[in-house]
């Protein structure tokens, strides 16, 4: 008969044919390792990569005790820049607006120098128009901004209630032309133009917040995440220009002009100039003239917009001091007129980059062609290997080929059917309505123009840039509609 004995570790009943100290249970534990460790023993923790975390404003209370010149009443805002508190300065007797950035900026390692040089540049831009900067620093691993308190609404507020007049949008945009050609001048870029960002006091005074804090927050060495994460965001993507999406480098003033061109489209009509949208006055009954300075800030090319925002101001403040000239209700489009009779209004139909089937087909399509010649000195020593890296080589050909036919854009224009098609190697093709109509060379950057010849829109023209580099490549699509 097997005689009782009791587990060393939980005192379990085990019996004697065990030859165990354990019972069963604690060396199950043992050999998942969730036995008591030896104290001796240096365990290694290996550590999941940490995700990305939505930014966690602290509480008021929290950053009373950091700031004893300042009484932190309440969080009024918060977003991917980091949160936005009311706060009253005691010496001076006034309300502040004081700036938390994000704790997860302190990952780079770069980021203090970055933000004193660019903190000590934002509180020189002293203008009416830009919310001024009092103080900055870094607390307890907190970076901050003091700021001048603005009390009112944002100009997101003021769309969403439906009560912009084109008088009022009329005079806000000069404002905003005033502050953007100021800071322009300093050599400082918002990057990140939106009405969220625009405030208006309660006498009605425009004052443009978050002045370089997209760039700020953005290490531009990364440009691999020039759209994504909470502090490598480098814009709004509604409102970005088209060489903000392709890359953050070499982004200069004009894409603020864009984003102002956004702002002040939405202002007149209530929606944003996304894809194929009319001129402003085709929607509501405004200057028919604004239809050419709105549609200047919204090109795609920046050699073709305005250059400088006191353009924009001066074109603008031109038509409001003369009677407004309004589209009449009677009034269609001639669709049929013939080119250079009557006026033109310009749509844009498609405006679009691709990164990832560029990059990739031309790292498949460069290690190719790099191997044709590494295989000619193998075919010397080894014949067999040889014939392997060339066919490697062609199986990395083919590949790219096939990549490459990701690279078509396609869109409508009244029932006509456009397509750019990149798919060969040495050649862009367009078509219209499944006809080739056009056929281009191998090239950076091309402009394609052909002319509708029947059917709806005939004498419409379509016009097609395409921009072609290593990483990534843009079409754009437009109509110049004959009216």
Known sequence: MNQLRTCSECGTTITETSEAELCPGCLLKMATNESVVDPDFEQTHITAKKKKQRFEAPEAEQLNALFPNLEILELIGRGGMGAVYKARQTDLDRFVAVKILPREIQGDPGFGDRFLREARTLAKLN???????YDFGQIDELFYFV?????????????????????????VIPDLCDALQFAHE???????????????????RVKIADFGLAKLLKNEDDEEENLTGTHQ???TLKYMAPEQMATSRDVDHRADIYSLGVIFYELLTGDLPVGWF???SKKVAVDVRLDEVVLRTLEAEPERRFQHASEVKSAVEQLSSGPIVPVPETAQPAASAPAGQGGIRIHKLMDDTETKYRTRHHIVLCSSMMLIPISFPI????IGFGIATLAISLALFIWAVKIKKHLVWETT???HTIKLDCSSMLAEYIYLDDGLV????????????????????IGDEIIIWFDAQFRYCRCRIDVEEQT
């Open 127 to 133: 203008h009416p128009n830009i919310v001024a900067v």
């Open 147 to 171: 700021m001048e308190f603005v009390d009112g609404v944002t100009l997101r507020d003021t769309i969403a209630s439906g009560n912009v007049a084109p008088e009022e949008a009329l005079r």
């Open 186 to 204: 300093e050599g400082v870029v918002h990057r990140d133009i939106k009405p969220e960002n625009i405030l208006l006091d309660k006498r009605g």
């Open 233 to 235: 965001v480098m814009g």
């Open 278 to 280: 009319d001129p402003p």
């Open 379 to 382: 075919f010397r020593e080894d």
């Open 413 to 415: 224009y009244k029932g």
């Open 438 to 457: 056009q056929k281009g060379g191998f090239g950076t950057k091309m402009e394609f123009r052909t002319k509708i010849k029947a059917g709806d829109g």
